[in-house]
């Protein structure tokens, strides 16, 4: 799958160089688990794509009305082979200051396991990052297979978390993001310890907080509390959400959160591209933040800082 990927991240950093993207429930407490002898695998957040598969009749709308909410430019689209297995897809990255999307609209039926994994991170080794993934916990469910540029492989962390990895011959020279998103991961109380400890292994991260009483609004609960955890590494920022798995839609079906100057601004240009405000605004844990739904059915979350102006009034609960 990081075929087309790879590709595209060259385009990619070619425009970039052109200037044309603007840059719970459980009890106890995981261990800030990092390691000094672990070598840094991630090169950055600005390497790292929320995977999106679409119908390809929803593909060019769903593009164009994310590049109206958040800016930024879409590399070329074409029709590329991204499996290590026959299969055909649309392709398109689409840059924004906010973050960055791998977008399928497949032609073809997806190849197993492919369309489960939430994200691609850019690797300095692909053979030292699944040698550490594997020592950290991790399960290899695609080996490593070639692409025109580099190489890739998927793996699953406790929990049933996919990723995709990836790696390029000609490593790549792209700017910082103006903001780094949030992979937003939801995991029950059985498996979140088990995942947060080999993701930081994994990462060399650091757990940045650890609240065991969050405020259940962020799942649309807002009468209850959950157990949320922040971690941030090189890869960038990264959320469990732990909860019993009573969640209401669209919560949980949410991967990543966007992170914007002005969510009111946002949420007027997502409205006016045709994308649906599921839940929101409302103001938790410091941020003003809603919950959207794109043509082609992706849902996002969208945040601001506290304090920054928000569509209309903010529910605070």
Not at 165 to 182: F, G, K, N
Not at 183 to 199: E, I, Q
Not at 260 to 280: E, F, M, P, R
């Amino acid at each position: 799958m990081r075929v087309f990927t790879r590709f595209l991240a060259v385009v990619f950093a070619v425009f970039l160089s052109r200037g044309a993207v603007p840059l719970y429930l459980l009890q106890w407490a995981v261990p800030n688990v990092t390691s000094a002898a672990t070598p840094t695998i991630a090169v950055g957040p600005q390497y790292d794509s929320t995977h999106v598969y679409v119908a390809p009749e929803d593909f060019d709308r769903f593009v164009a009305s994310f590049l109206a909410t958040f800016g930024g430019t879409a590399g070329k689209q074409g029709v590329f082979t991204v499996t290590p297995t026959p299969s055909s897809t649309m392709s398109q990255l689409v840059a924004t200051p906010a973050g960055i999307l791998s977008v399928f609209g497949f032609k073809t039926p997806i190849p197993y396991p492919f369309g489960a994994e939430r994200t691609g991170y850019l690797v300095t080794n692909i053979d030292d990052a699944i040698r550490i993934a594997r020592a950290a916990g991790a399960d290899v469910l695609v080996s490593p297979f070639k692409d025109p540029i580099g190489r890739d492989a998927i793996i699953q962390w406790p929990g049933g978390v996919n990723m995709q990895l990836y790696w390029h011959t000609i490593p790549p020279s792209s700017p910082a993001l103006q903001t780094i998103p949030e992979n937003r991961v939801y995991l029950s109380p059985d498996r979140a310890t088990a995942f947060v400890r080999a993701f930081l292994t994994f990462s060399g991260g650091k757990t940045v907080s650890d609240v065991a009483q969050a405020r259940g609004v962020e799942i649309g609960r807002p009468s209850d509390t959950y157990r949320r955890v922040r971690i941030e590494s090189t890869f960038g920022k990264l959320a469990v959400l732990v909860t019993d798995g009573h969640l209401p839609f669209p919560y949980g079906r949410e991967i990543t959160g966007y992170e914007v100057a002005n969510l009111g601004d946002t949420l007027a240009k997502a409205k006016a591209a045709g994308v649906a405000i599921l839940d929101g605004p409302y103001l938790a844990d410091q941020r003003n933040a809603a919950v959207v739904q794109f043509p082609g059915g992706y849902i996002a979350e969208i945040h601001c800082p506290s304090g920054k102006p928000t569509a209309s009034a903010t529910r605070s609960h």
